[in-house]
C-alpha cells in the first residue's frame, strides 16, 4: 500500500460540550454510534483501522467489498462502521461482529452486515488533504462519493444551527449519539480533539449490587448497577471513573455491605457460574471481547445502596457506555429504582438518517 497518508492513523477527536455551537463557519453532523474507522484504499488493497489503530479489515469482509465497489482507487477516508437492523442502528450486534473465528466472522457478515458512513476525507490520488481546510474536504468527499451505494453512505451535513437542533431531539430514536461540529476551516489532526460533540445526558437512580476492585490495587475501580424489572434486579452496567483517592473512600463505605452478601443475592447464580482458581466470583461471560486478559471478577453487595449516575443512552437493556458517578441516594429505596424512570426515545427511521447524506443541506 503506498498512499500519501499511511495506515495506522489516529482518528480526529471530538471535545464535548452541552449545547450545539453557533456561529457562520459551523457545520453540522449526525454522530454516528459505531466504530469509528479510517479506510485505507490503494487499488485492491483495503485497510480497515480503528480508533486504537488495530485493523478491524478480517472482521467486516463486505465493508472491504463495499469499498472496492464505491470509493475511489486511492483515497483515505474516515467514517463509522455500523449495523442497521430495521429502524436504527444495533450496537450490540456490532459487538458480536468481533470474533476470532474466520468462519463465525463469515456467518455474521451475511446476518448482521454492515454499512460504512463517510464523513471526513483524508486523503485522495496522490494528494493528503490532512491541511485542507474542512469545508474543502466535504466538498471532495461529496464528489468522490457522489455515486456511492449502500452501504456505503455519506453523511448528512447542514450549516444551520437549528437543523443541528432538530437531528439532536430526533435522530435518537434511530439509534444515533448525538451531533458534531466543525468549523469550515478545521485542518484534519490525528488523535487531536478539534472537534466538537454534543451527546445526550440523563440520569438515573440505580442500586448498587456489586464492585470490581481496580487493576492497580487493592481500591474500588466501577460500582455494578442494577434496575429492578417485574421484581427481578437486571445489571445494566457500570459507574466508574473516579480519582484514585475516592476509589479507596469506597472501599471504607462499601466494607459493610459485604457481610453475607450472596446469601440470597439476586446475582447468586450469576456468582456461581464461573468460579476462578483462587475462588473469586465472576460475572456471566466474564472472558472480555476486548482484552481477554481483564480481570472481571467481583464482589457482591447487598443491594441496598442507591446510587445516582449520569449516563447517554441505552443500548437495549443495559447502559451504553460507562455510567458517572454523581452521589449516594439513601433517600431512595432499592426496590424503587426501576426501568420505569428512563427515558425512552422517540423513534426514528434509520433509513432518512442514511439516505440523508446524498443531499446535503449547505445553506
Known amino acids: 500500500m503506498d498512499l500519501p497518508v ?39 488493497e483495503v485497510e480497515l483501522g480503528s480508533r486504537n489503530e488495530r485493523p478491524l479489515t478480517r472482521y467486516f469482509p463486505e465493508v472491504v467489498a463495499a469499498v472496492k465497489e464505491n470509493l475511489p482507487e486511492r483515497c483515505v477516508v474516515d467514517g463509522e462502521i455500523v449495523v442497521p437492523a430495521g429502524d436504527r442502528l444495533h450496537f450490540e450486534a456490532l459487538l458480536q461482529r468481533i470474533h476470532p473465528a474466520e468462519s463465525r466472522v463469515t456467518l455474521l457478515a451475511e446476518q448482521t452486515p454492515a454499512s460504512f458512513v463517510a464523513f471526513d476525507l483524508l486523503a485522495l490520488g496522490d494528494e493528503s488533504l490532512l491541511e485542507t481546510p474542512f469545508a474543502e474536504r466535504r466538498a471532495r468527499l461529496e464528489t468522490a462519493l457522489g455515486a456511492a451505494e449502500p452501504p456505503i453512505y455519506l453523511t448528512s ?68 448497577l442494577g434496575l429492578y424489572d417485574e421484581g427481578k434486579l437486571q445489571h445494566i452496567g457500570v459507574a ?6 475516592r476509589r ?14 450472596l446469601d440470597g443475592h439476586p446475582w447468586q447464580d450469576w ?59 439513601p433517600d431512595r429505596d432499592a426496590l424503587s429504582c426501576t426501568y420505569d424512570q428512563l427515558e425512552v426515545p422517540v423513534r426514528y427511521d434509520l433509513g432518512e438518517v442514511l439516505t440523508g447524506g446524498t443531499s446535503p443541506d449547505r445553506e
Request: with cysteine; glycine share 8%; aromatic share 10%.
Open 6 to 44: 499511511q495506515p495506522p492513523v489516529k482518528p480526529m477527536l471530538a471535545k464535548a460540550a452541552t449545547k450545539v455551537p453557533t456561529g457562520d463557519d459551523m457545520y453540522y453532523e449526525p454522530k454516528w454510534d459505531g466504530f469509528r474507522c479510517i479506510v485505507f484504499r490503494d487499488g485492491d
Open 157 to 224: 451535513v447542514t450549516r444551520d444551527p437549528a437543523t443541528a437542533e432538530r437531528w439532536f431531539e430526533t435522530f435518537e430514536g434511530a439509534g444515533l449519539d448525538g451531533v458534531v461540529a466543525k468549523s469550515a476551516g478545521l485542518p484534519y489532526g490525528p488523535d487531536q480533539r478539534l472537534m466538537t460533540k454534543i451527546k445526550h445526558v440523563r440520569t438515573a437512580d440505580c442500586v448498587v449490587a456489586g464492585f470490581r476492585w481496580h487493576k492497580s490495587g487493592p481500591i474500588v475501580g466501577s460500582l455494578l
Open 240 to 245: 466508574a471513573s473516579f480519582p484514585m483517592a
Open 248 to 261: 479507596a473512600e469506597l472501599v471504607e463505605e462499601l466494607a459493610p455491605y459485604r457481610a453475607e452478601a
Open 271 to 329: 456468582a456461581n457460574a464461573q468460579v476462578q482458581e483462587d475462588g473469586e466470583n465472576r460475572m456471566p461471560g466474564a472472558v472480555s471481547r476486548w482484552n481477554a486478559k481483564k480481570d472481571l471478577s467481583w464482589v457482591p453487595l447487598r443491594p441496598e445502596l442507591v446510587v445516582e449516575i449520569k449516563y447517554d443512552q441505552l443500548e437495549g437493556r443495559r447502559l451504553r457506555h460507562t455510567g458517572q458517578f454523581l452521589r449516594w441516594r
